[in-house]
């Protein structure tokens, strides 16, 4: 693996529930200091793409709907006044620090159609070669899959991939890997690093723990394995604090680093 100092081409996903309020609402501070950071991370010198999940809850929070709407048609309204609310946020304080930010929503079809995947390719270059932020997230408006299972930590994975990145942090309202769920079982500890991909992993992890968050570990841990194919290492950390991206580029931090077994020869 390389070393974190080298690393240039870095993927960030956060998840909904460390962009919203436990009620639902904006964390408006919380957006603004991940802008902050990552503006700040890029002018180091790193390549910045950032996978963000948030849209149904900004969306809810905008047309006032109390609890995450079931029905497949409200929550793809939801997503779709939400994605513009969300990037009206991101562009604003992007813009304050300097930065460019771009849209792109992708679906699963990336993965398996040739000509999408290429497309997908060719515009995050030219975007990263423009000095622009991608910020991406599922086309939640139109993709069943991403509404039914809400896993904007494969979207990530996916996104490392296509872009070959040098590293994927998965930032979640979590510290990290722990030996079980710790929101079940108090005795859990934090598994600091992980070397290459054991499938027995599963069997330590559970589902989401927060309202919003929808993907749990589960999620997470199929983003290691996609990840792992081209042998990128993944950091999970904990995203309350967007400062922490600092430490996880000095490569001292709180969180699991998922280090690929043969990595190093990329
Ligand atoms: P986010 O959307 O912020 O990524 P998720 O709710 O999808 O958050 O996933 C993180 C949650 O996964 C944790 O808050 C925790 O409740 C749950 N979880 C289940 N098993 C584990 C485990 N072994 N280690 C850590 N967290 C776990």
Known sequence: ??????????????????????????????????????????????????????????????????????????????????????????????????????????????????????????????????????????????????????????????TACLVDADLLILLSDIDGLYTANPSADPDARLIPVVEGFDPKLYDIAGGSGSKVGTGGMVTKLHAVEIAFEKDIPVVLANGAVPDILYSVLSGKFTGTLFAPKEAGTR
């Open 1 to 158: 693996m390389k070393d974190f100092s080298e690393m240039k081409r870095i993927v960030i996903k956060i998840g909904s529930s460390s962009l919203t309020h436990s009620g639902g609402g904006i964390n408006f501070r919380k957006i603004d200091r991940l802008a902050m950071v990552l503006s700040d991370i890029k002018n180091m010198g790193k390549e910045v793409i950032l996978v963000t999940s948030g849209a149904v809850s900004a969306g809810m929070s905008k047309l006032g709907m109390v609890e995450r709407p079931k029905e497949m048609a409200e929550k793809q309204a939801a997503a779709s006044v939400g994605q513009c609310e969300l990037m009206f946020i991101y562009d604003k304080y992007f813009s304050e620090y300097g930065q460019t930010i771009a849209q792109l929503l992708l679906t699963k079809d990336v993965t398996t159609q040739e000509n999408l995947r290429r497309n997908a390719c060719n515009t995050l270059e030219a975007l990263l070669r423009y000095g622009a932020i991608p910020i991406i997230n599922e086309n939640d408006s139109i993709a069943v899959d991403e509404i039914a299972y809400g896993d904007n930590d494969t979207l990530s994975a996916i």
